[in-house]
């Protein structure tokens, strides 16, 4: 387990190596950002200096290599409209996506895999049905389409929750359903394509015939042998949730890293959008490499390369 752990960690930073060149090289194609920070009266000479000043007149290599330097002892630099560190920046509104990422993450997880449980126990009853028409109808609604539907009703309509911003609890309900609406909806379905796999397995079926009740086989055999692909799943809809935090936190203003993102991107604020890319890139191999480890602590073949 342990070579498995270091050798995972040498692919992380060779991934972060990757996502931090090509961020760099893709943001240099949106143009020159000197022209958007100077007035409209500004000169030729007024934008040369800038650009010297901002060194973005020096050689794309050179540039490249201080980049990877700077990234190497975790500094970020500053950011080129607000002139204040970007870790600074991201620190303040890191604070709010991990707030709506945790609201997201419980409607997800707390709704979704009970949901895909109980779908795959009670395949034929009515309500079961209905249920699973639901979770069809939520992962086809787009993220940005719920959230407008929401400020619609609960917001404007009936007027219940506060359409946008941040604030108390209140602010958080909507934008929280709306974004882990559509991971809800994929986690009962592997909940409930896992649990249904298990179910055509020998040893459930020797389990029933020794009399075991339904609750005894999900409590001590299908809760752990459906794990590891809802684990996988929901590392990968954590990821998610991050990525789609850009739309909601557009569509309910709210102040978190999307939100963040977006106007730095308008403003070609490079450093800004370096810093919350490379950001996401640690938090998605974070999560890849703890669910790796979760598959050894659930299955502990897995740590001996044994196929399940």
């Known amino acids: 387990m342990r ?3 270091v050798r995972r960690l040498g692919l992380a930073l060779l991934t972060v190596f990757g ?4 961020i760099f090289f893709l943001q240099r194609l949106a143009g020159d950002p000197t022209v958007l920070l100077v007035p409209e009266t500004a000169t030729q000479a007024d934008i040369d200096t800038l650009r010297h000043t901002l060194g973005l007149d020096r050689p794309l290599y050179v540039q490249y290599l201080s980049f990877l330097w700077d990234m190497l002892q975790l500094r970020l630099g500053d950011s080129l409209v607000r002139h204040v560190p970007v870790t600074s920046i991201i620190a ?11 609201g997201a993450l419980t409607v997800a997880a707390g709704l979704g895999i ?3 449980a109980y779908l795959a126990l009670r395949p ?8 699973y028409g639901l979770v069809m109808a939520a992962q086809s609604m787009p993220t940005f389409w719920s959230g407008i539907l929401l400020i619609l009703l609960f917001g404007v309509t009936l007027q219940w929750l506060p359409p946008s911003s941040a604030g108390g609890f209140s602010h958080l309900i909507m934008p929280s359903i709306s974004l882990g609406l559509l991971s809800m909806a994929t986690l009962a379905r592997v909940t409930r394509t896992a ?15 020794r009399g ?11 809760a752990r042998n459906a794990a590891i692909p809802v684990i996988t799943i929901a590392a990968l809809e954590i990821s998610n949730l991050l990525a789609g935090a850009v739309i909601v936190e557009t569509v309910f203003a709210w102040p978190g890293l999307g939100q963040l993102t977006v106007q730095a991107i308008l403003a070609r604020d490079f450093p800004i959008v370096q810093g919350v890319v490379l950001l996401g890139a640690f938090v998605t191999i974070g999560l890849n ?10 299955d502990p073949r897995i740590r001996h390369g044994e196929p399940r």
Request: aromatic content about 12%; hydrophobic content about 60%.
């Open 3 to 5: 070579f498995f752990i």
């Open 19 to 22: 996502v931090g060149t090509l």
């Open 92 to 102: 303040v509104h890191a604070g709010y996506t991990l707030l709506l990422a945790a």
């Open 114 to 116: 009970p949901l895909g």
């Open 124 to 131: 034929r009853h009515r309500v079961a049905r209905v249920l």
């Open 195 to 209: 649990v249904i796999n298990e179910f055509g397995r020998p040893y459930i079926r020797a389990a029933l015939a």
């Open 212 to 222: 075991s009740s339904m609750w005894q086989l999900a409590k001590w055999h299908l």
């Open 289 to 298: 490499l703890l669910a790796d480890v979760l598959y050894g602590i659930v």
